[in-house]
């Protein structure tokens, strides 16, 4: 159904529901005022007007429930025709979620108040045994602390036996550790003077030995003045030899430099004096072989002459005789 057939559906739903409000006033003592005043209608009476809006609002509460009804009835109506179908999927498909969703929390709610029962017990259980354990640990509190004063006691009693033996002992030996004192307090004094006599003597042996330590340190710095002359004159030598040695390795070298060119020379001639005797050798060879060659070749040539002449000859003879016959 489209929107327009929807609004002319709701339109005459409101129609039909204005007709049943208005039928809603018509009461028997609404019908009674009619016919008493059928006569007058037309004229302006006061006391009509007030009885007939006193009526008009006295409805039945049969009537005012049905209109309430229509009114609802209408109300689903035109939610119903003014929405899609998709959107009806939607609704209904949020009303089965929050269905799903209430049964999981009523689940999980009796879930947790089956939990809270269990909590509730072993809580009661653990309190109970707390109990316990608090009863007994206070009677062993109370055993102990009789057993504490017990023993203070005791302890007490003790203490002041050991005190009066600590006193005699400790005057005893505060008397000896005096006497000990005494005697280390004259020993001191005695060391004091010896180690003043001892300081006076090991001040005037160390004055000595300052003394003779200069003379050394003098007698040091002189040797060590004629040993730095003596090394400057060293240096001096020991220089002048090394610039000799440097200009005889340079002479060395040069020499050196001079003999390896000649040397080189000498075999490079070494090297065309062999290079030439071998292409002389190579020379007489092939001439020998040439010889060798042209003179085979001349013995062969003249052999094959000769058998040719003897061939010739042969074949001359035959047709002489072939003439003959």
Request: aromatic share 4%.
């Amino acid at each position: 159904m489209n929107s327009v057939e929807a609004r002319r559906v709701i339109a005459v739903v409101d129609d039909a529901l204005d007709s049943l409000r208005v039928l809603s006033h018509i009461t028997e003592e609404v019908l009674t005022g009619a016919d008493q005043l059928s006569g007058i209608v037309g004229q302006h009476h006061p006391e009509s007007e007030a009885k007939i809006t006193a009526v008009y609002d006295d409805r039945s509460l049969t009537m005012l429930n049905m209109l309430a009804s229509f009114d609802k009835l209408r109300t689903i109506m035109q939610k119903k025709l003014t929405t899609s179908v998709e959107e009806d999927a939607s609704v209904s498909e949020h009303y089965n979620e929050v269905c799903k969703r209430e049964a999981r929390a009523l689940k999980e709610k009796q879930t947790l108040e089956q939990q809270l029962r269990l909590d509730r017990r072993e809580r009661l259980n653990t309190q109970l045994a707390a109990k316990n354990t608090h009863a007994k640990a206070q009677a062993e509190l109370d055993e102990s602390q009789a057993e504490i004063q017990r023993r203070n006691i005791d302890v007490e009693a003790q203490a002041t036996a050991n005190r009066s033996q600590d006193v005699q002992y400790y005057a005893d030996q505060q008397a000896l550790l005096q006497k000990q004192l005494a005697e280390l307090t004259l020993r001191a004094q005695k060391f004091g003077a010896e180690s003043l006599e001892a300081s006076e003597g090991l001040r005037k042996k160390r004055l000595k030995l300052h003394q003779e330590v200069e003379v050394w340190i003098q007698k040091y710095d002189e040797e060590m003045g004629a040993a730095e002359m003596t090394y400057q004159e060293e240096l001096a030598q020991t220089q002048q030899v090394a610039e000799e040695l440097r200009q005889c390795t340079e002479e060395h070298d040069s020499m050196l430099h001079d003999r390896l060119e000649h040397e080189d020379r000498l075999r490079k001639a070494e090297d065309e004096w062999r290079a030439k005797q071998a292409a002389e050798v190579m020379s007489r060879r092939a001439a020998r072989i040439i010889q060798k060659s042209w003179h085979a070749y001349k013995v062969k040539a003249d052999a094959e002459k000769k058998k040719a002449a003897t061939a010739d000859k042969k074949k001359g003879k035959g047709s002489a005789k072939a003439k003959k016959k």
